[in-house]
Structures are given as C-alpha cells and as structure tokens.
C-alpha cells in the first residue's frame, strides 16, 4: 500500500485548512484595525480639544502661580523675621521680669532682716530699762510699806508677765 498519496492528500488538506485561517485572521484584523481608526478618531476629535483647553488653562494660570509662590516666599520670609522680633522681644521681657524679681526678693528680705533688728533694738532699748523700773518702784514700794506701818497689803491683782508689752 501506497501511503503516499494519502499523506499528500492530508497536507494539502491542512494547507488549505491554515491558508483559510489566515485569510480570517486577516478579515478580522482589518475590521479591527478599521474599527480603532474609527475609535481613535473619535477620541481624538473629543480629547483633543480638552487638551488645547486645559494646556490654554495652565498658559494663563502659571504666570499667577508663580506670582503666587513669590508672594508667599516673601511673606515668610516677613513672618520669620517678625517672628524673630517678636522672640527678642519676649527673652528681653522675660529677662527684665526675672531681675526685677530677684530685686523684690532683695528687698523683702533686707526689709525682713531691719524688721528683725529694729524689734532686738527696742527691746534693748525699751522693755529691759521699763523691766528694770519696774523692779526698782516694786523694791521702793515694798521699802515704804515696811517703813510706814509694817504690814504689808495683800493684792488680789492680775499678774502681767513682764515680757508682753502693749503698743
């Protein structure tokens, strides 16, 4: 048997089975490519346009922008250096504050220490010699009473201890 002839039978028969598949492939790729010609088209009549907008759009606003970023440049650049001022300012304030009252404190306390003096000085210079008088007209009048009728007079006083004084 005479296999030949089958064989070339079947591989013209895939030939012509591969040769129709490309020709569809070829149908369907041009409608394809018909169809995204047609497709890009129409995107192209309807974004363009919004592109030319929007690149008009940016034409006309970078200029303001950079207006914009120049005028907020120098104006930190003013509140950095009103700001630096105004921390001078407050240090200074601060400094001022803390001396004078380190100054109050000085003061209260030599106020303090001349308070504590001047009661040492008056009690030096006041309550001992009125202690001392005081002893002294005790004697004398104990003195008298012997002398004068020898008997001495009971008192039913108050006792004051000697080291109040009333101003």
Same mark, same amino acid.
């Given at each position: 048997m005479?296999?030949? *002839?089958i064989?070339? $039978?079947?591989t013209a028969a895939?030939?012509?089975?591969q040769a $129709?598949?490309?020709? +569809?492939l070829?149908? +369907?790729?041009?409608?394809?490519?018909s169809r =995204?010609?047609?497709?890009?088209?129409e995107?192209?009549d309807?974004v363009l346009p919004?592109?030319?907008?929007?690149? +008009?759009?940016?034409?006309?606003?970078?200029p303001k922008?950079?207006?914009?970023?120049?005028?907020?440049?120098?104006a930190?650049t003013?509140?950095? $250096?009103?700001v630096?001022?105004l921390?001078?300012t407050?240090?200074?304030?601060?400094d001022?504050?803390r001396?004078q009252?380190?100054?109050a404190d000085? &003061?209260?306390g030599?106020t =303090?220490?001349?308070?504590?003096e001047?009661?040492?000085a008056?009690h030096r210079?006041?309550?001992? *010699?009125?202690r001392?008088l005081? #002893? &002294? =007209?005790? #004697?004398?009048?104990? $003195?008298?009473e012997? &002398? &004068? #009728?020898g008997r001495?007079?009971?008192?039913h006083?108050i006792?004051? *201890?000697?080291?109040? =004084?009333?101003?």
């Amino acid at each position: 048997m005479d296999y030949l *002839p089958i064989f070339v $039978g079947v591989t013209a028969a895939a030939v012509v089975i591969q040769a $129709g598949i490309l020709v +569809a492939l070829y149908v +369907a790729v041009r409608k394809s490519t018909s169809r =995204m010609e047609a497709l890009a088209n129409e995107v192209k009549d309807k974004v363009l346009p919004t592109v030319d907008s929007a690149q +008009a759009i940016i034409v006309d606003v970078r200029p303001k922008l950079d207006t914009i970023s120049t005028n907020v440049s120098e104006a930190t650049t003013i509140v950095r $250096g009103q700001v630096e001022r105004l921390d001078a300012t407050l240090t200074d304030i601060v400094d001022r504050s803390r001396l004078q009252v380190i100054r109050a404190d000085e &003061l209260v306390g030599r106020t =303090m220490d001349r308070i504590e003096e001047t009661t040492e000085a008056v009690h030096r210079t006041v309550i001992s *010699p009125v202690r001392q008088l005081s #002893g &002294l =007209m005790q #004697g004398l009048t104990a $003195g008298i009473e012997v &002398l &004068l #009728g020898g008997r001495r007079r009971r008192r039913h006083d108050i006792s004051v *201890p000697q080291d109040e =004084m009333f101003i």
